[in-house]
């Protein structure tokens, strides 16, 4: 996979995760308020699939990252 696939899949990913946050939050909103409640359960499950969305794009990426990872990084290590 090149950098730029690579770069467009982080993106993607990256995008849908957002996009599953947002609907999150909204529905976290509406179940507060008893006049907007029945928005909650579609909210919900657009989070979910977006959610799903990025799980796949996140398992391409993964998928072709090299074996053996590098290693990263601790806390209190200078890069």
């Known amino acids: ?3 730029t696939t690579q770069e467009q899949y ?3 990913a990256w995008n849908a995760t957002a ?3 947002k609907l999150a939050r909204d529905a ?3 179940a507060r308020d008893e006049d907007f409640r029945h928005k909650v359960e579609p ?3 657009a989070g979910r699939l977006w959610a799903e969305v990025a799980q796949s ?3 391409i990426i993964a998928a072709v990252l090299p074996e ?3 290693e990263l990084p601790t806390a ?3 890069y």
């Open 10 to 12: 982080v993106q993607l």
């Open 28 to 30: 976290e909103r509406y």
């Open 76 to 78: 209190g290590t200078e």
């Open 19 to 21: 996009r599953a946050e």
């Open 1 to 3: 996979m090149s950098k």
């Open 68 to 70: 053996p990872l590098p």
């Open 43 to 45: 909210l919900a499950t």
């Open 57 to 59: 794009y996140t398992a």
